[in-house]
Nanobody
Framework: QLQFVESGGGLVQPGGSLRLSCATS????????IGWFHQAPGKEHEGVAC????????YYADSVKGRFTISRDNAKNTVYLQMNSLKPEDTGVYYC????????????????WGQGTQVTVSS
């Protein structure tokens, strides 16, 4: 079973920044699109940013475009999510997962959900 280790969440004021990390196996990192999914309290998981394993091309949900940046570190098999200009509505648990298809749309993740990392944006 493909697994991910998410970290980097925390409490931050509106307008602040956080960087989330998602570590995974070499196999997963090499062959699958990997994405970050946000679960707000009482809501379903929503794909916010995904990145292709083929060419590193990213996809962003409209809600985070211009504020979040997804990137890959090939040496560490890690995918990052740089979150800037955070808003209270960004609050929730952020999870990694993988997609068998392209990053476009950041939909239909295949794996089980791990522990995620909590992000709280509040003054």
């Amino acid at each position: 079973q493909l697994q991910f280790v998410e970290s980097g969440g925390g409490l931050v004021q509106p307008g602040g920044s956080l960087r989330l990390s998602c570590a995974t196996s070499t196999f997963t990192y090499t062959y699958f699109t990997i994405g970050w999914f946000h679960q707000a309290p009482g809501k379903e998981h929503e794909g916010v940013a995904c990145i292709s394993s083929l060419d590193g091309s990213p996809y962003y949900a409209d809600s985070v475009k211009g504020r979040f940046t997804i990137s890959r570190d090939n040496a560490k098999n890690t995918v990052y999510l740089q979150m800037n200009s955070l808003k209270p509505e960004d609050t929730g648990v952020y999870y990694c997962n993988y997609l068998k298809g392209s990053a476009y749309g950041c939909r239909d993740p295949e794996g089980s959900w791990g522990q995620g990392t909590q992000v709280t944006v509040s003054s």
